[in-house]
């Protein structure tokens, strides 16, 4: 009897970890990787609302409530009516505090400013729940075979953080599929698996406008023979071979860099990534918008060196920042005025001299020129002294001057 309940336990926190690394593949598919100051609040929300349905079963259906008591050892002191009590506690206060809890998934200026707004956004808390409930419970059955596909495929995943409005997702979509299209991709738009979209569409439905930065309404996928992306508002997800997607992301992270999305995810970073497209944008403008353009990247460049962002986003302005200069050093100005010259006439003046240079006659011609030059310079106008080393015009050897210049062609 020791060793079957020995095996039991064993067997049950086999089921525990895999039920728990399933609830995580279930958190990422839904959402993507959120960024790191939203991830905490993301968890906790997970996490209650999973309770919480398992709260509302074990009230409904008493069975389930003491099989689900039985995994939790209590001090005999306590009752099973205190339980229930408890229980029927956690079913009414969880989703407000659900409700509460993901008013910080927003940034301060997008949350319900009053008494008012901020109730009724607390009161959302219980559709929320509900919905994220039945979500994450769809997709902890849904994440194993979506694993399985994908292993079979004998493909890997890579997370591509980016930050996308929602008028912006269509926008955006076609951006990446156009960058892949560069790579040699030739993607097709579709919607992405219906084990995604089917929890996705419950979660949209019951938690309205509270997850629209998390969750995209039309979740789509670009699929090639060899490639999947599949974007979300936090995040982008390629799927394919190794090389690929490591080539994928490379080509991704530079087009991508004055798209309508934010690689960034912090507000510091979202401000410097405007600032840097608006540098990027300028340098399309006027000359004198162009000339600006090297002032302001050096402010933005003393910014960034001040500004506190994770790593990660330092590596994107960056990235994004040399991107810039590179284009001004290229030349990237208008065809008129003095960017015109500079890229036109310019290179032609400098190529068309060096070729002349390279003349034996062009150059004896321009020698001829400046000796003469500096002779009369020297004898203050009067009549140009001979080159260095040739005899004087009255000595010996001294002709007349046609003769003179018939014996310099001779020679």
Not at 37 to 46: G, K, M, P
Not at 336 to 343: N, S, V
Request: proline share 6%.
């Amino acid at each position: 009897m020791a060793i079957l309940q020995a095996l039991v336990a064993a067997v049950m926190r086999s089921a525990g970890r895999l039920l728990n690394t399933a609830f995580g593949w279930a958190t990422v598919m839904i959402f993507g990787k959120v960024p790191e100051d939203r991830q905490i609040y993301l968890s906790v929300i997970a996490f209650g609302s999973v309770l919480w349905i398992l709260v509302v079963l074990g009230i409904a259906f008493p069975v389930i409530g003491t099989f689900l008591l039985s995994f939790v050892p209590l001090p005999a002191r306590v009752g099973k009516g205190l339980v229930r009590l408890a229980m029927l506690a956690a079913a009414v206060l969880v989703p407000p505090l659900i409700g509460v809890v993901s008013l910080f998934l927003k940034d301060p200026d997008e949350r319900p400013q009053g008494a008012g707004p901020r109730v009724r956004a607390v009161l959302k808390g219980y559709p929320f729940t509900l919905g994220l409930a039945v979500t994450l419970v769809m997709m902890t059955a849904f994440a194993p075979l979506l694993k399985l596909r994908a292993l079979a495929r004998r493909w890997t995943g890579q997370h591509v953080p980016m930050l996308v409005e929602a008028e912006d997702y269509g926008t955006v979509v076609g951006d990446v599929q156009a960058a892949l299209r560069d790579g040699g991709w030739q993607t097709r738009q579709e919607p992405a698996s219906w084990m995604l979209r089917a929890p996705t569409k419950i979660l949209t439905l019951l938690a309205g406008g509270s997850v629209e930065n998390l969750v995209a309404e039309r979740l789509t996928t670009l699929r090639a023979d060899d490639l999947e992306a599949t974007l979300h508002p936090a995040d982008l997800v390629l799927q394919g071979k190794e090389a690929g997607v490591v080539h994928a992301r490379a080509l991704l992270a530079e087009r991508l860099a004055f798209s309508r999305a934010h690689l960034t995810w912090t507000k510091d970073g979202n401000d410097l990534e405007d600032r840097l497209r608006g540098v990027r944008r300028q340098l399309s403008g006027d000359g004198a918008g162009a000339r600006d353009a090297a002032g302001r990247l050096r402010a933005i460049e003393a910014q960034l060196r001040r500004t506190e962002v994770p790593y990660g986003e330092w590596e994107v302005l960056c990235r994004t920042l040399l991107l810039v200069r590179v284009a001004a050093q290229q030349g990237r100005l208008p065809a008129t005025g003095e960017g015109w010259i500079r890229r036109t006439l310019l290179p032609l003046g400098i190529g068309v001299a060096r070729q002349a240079l390279e003349s034996p006659r062009v150059r004896s011609r321009l020698e001829d020129v400046v000796v003469g030059w500096l002779g009369r310079l020297r004898s203050g106008g009067g009549p140009s002294r001979a080159r260095p080393g040739a005899p004087p015009a009255d000595g010996p050897g001294a002709g007349p001057a046609p003769a003179r210049a018939e014996s310099r062609r001779a020679a």
